[in-house]
């Protein structure tokens, strides 16, 4: 997709944006003002998370990367700084907030991460809830180290690393763990892979369960893949934030909606 497409896709996503007035959905509206509205003061730890980020925001170290997935917009080489992946492979840091957030509103104890990059996500899932637990999938061997070191400087022990493909470390975790609770997707940014870990992920999920997909427009395939998704039919609920799509399985939902939401 060209940027003049991208440009065109976030403009029509501004005007059909919603905010909390005129939200009839209870749940909705309290999805809305409790994590897309909140002031971040709320949330004692974002402090001590920003500071990581500033952190990594500084570090020149450079990375080896193997991508699995459907390559970068803004890389041209597989050498990339950590302080670039932090600005451009990373999530901006309200998103990341708002994973922590969700973490705490859905009250998640199993959670699932595709995609560790170089782990700053998994510590907001982390830090969200000590007492659950992240599995975190990350194919390329030095940003899995790299992530690895994270963890272990943060204290984050309860976030277990696997360093494989998606294709070979997803399904056997899923025979190993009971339940979904949360499922982040951020990785193998393509129609057909987005697509096989969302049918994947059905299998262990209930309907208190939560779906998160990063870049739902970042190409054709992805807008693609989020269509169905959004349409597919144990899919109550969801909601669109222009990167990112939420989807909620929620049996109290009568019938199936979708929202369009600003952030």
């Not at 976030?10 to 409790?34: C, D, M, N, Q, W």
């Not at 104890?109 to 809830?129: C, D, H, P, R, W």
């Amino acid at each position: 997709m060209n940027k003049l497409s991208n440009i065109n896709s976030y403009l029509k996503y501004r005007l059909v944006a919603k905010s909390s007035h005129g939200i009839h959905s209870p749940f909705v509206f309290k999805f809305v003002t409790e994590l897309l509205e909140s002031f971040n003061e709320d949330y004692y730890q974002f402090t001590a998370l920003a500071d990581i980020r500033k952190s990594l925001l500084k570090d020149n170290s450079v990375l080896t990367i193997t991508d699995f997935g459907a390559g970068s917009k803004v890389f041209k080489d597989n050498k990339r700084k950590v302080s670039d992946l932090v600005r451009y492979g990373t999530s901006k840091q309200k998103f990341s907030e708002l994973y922590f957030k969700l973490v705490n509103f859905t009250n998640s104890q199993f959670i699932v991460e595709l995609g560790t990059s170089i782990g700053l996500n998994t510590l907001y899932l982390s830090k969200a809830n000590s007492n659950s637990t992240i599995y975190t999938l990350e194919g390329c061997p030095e940003l899995a180290k790299f992530s690895k070191n994270l963890f272990e400087k943060n204290n984050a022990k309860n976030v277990y690393l696997i360093n494989d493909t998606f294709e070979k470390a997803f399904p056997k975790l899923l025979n190993e763990i009971p339940k979904i609770d949360l499922l982040y997707i951020d990785g193998n940014h393509n129609y057909k892979s987005t697509l096989e870990y969302f049918k994947s992920g059905l299998q262990k999920k209930h309907h208190h369960s939560v779906f998160i997909f990063d870049d739902i427009n970042w190409n054709d395939e992805m807008k693609k893949a989020w269509s169905e998704i959004k349409d597919h039919p144990e899919v109550t609920l969801s909601i669109d934030l222009f990167s990112v799509g939420i989807i909620f399985f929620r049996k109290e939902q009568k019938e199936k909606e979708h929202f369009v939401l600003k952030y």
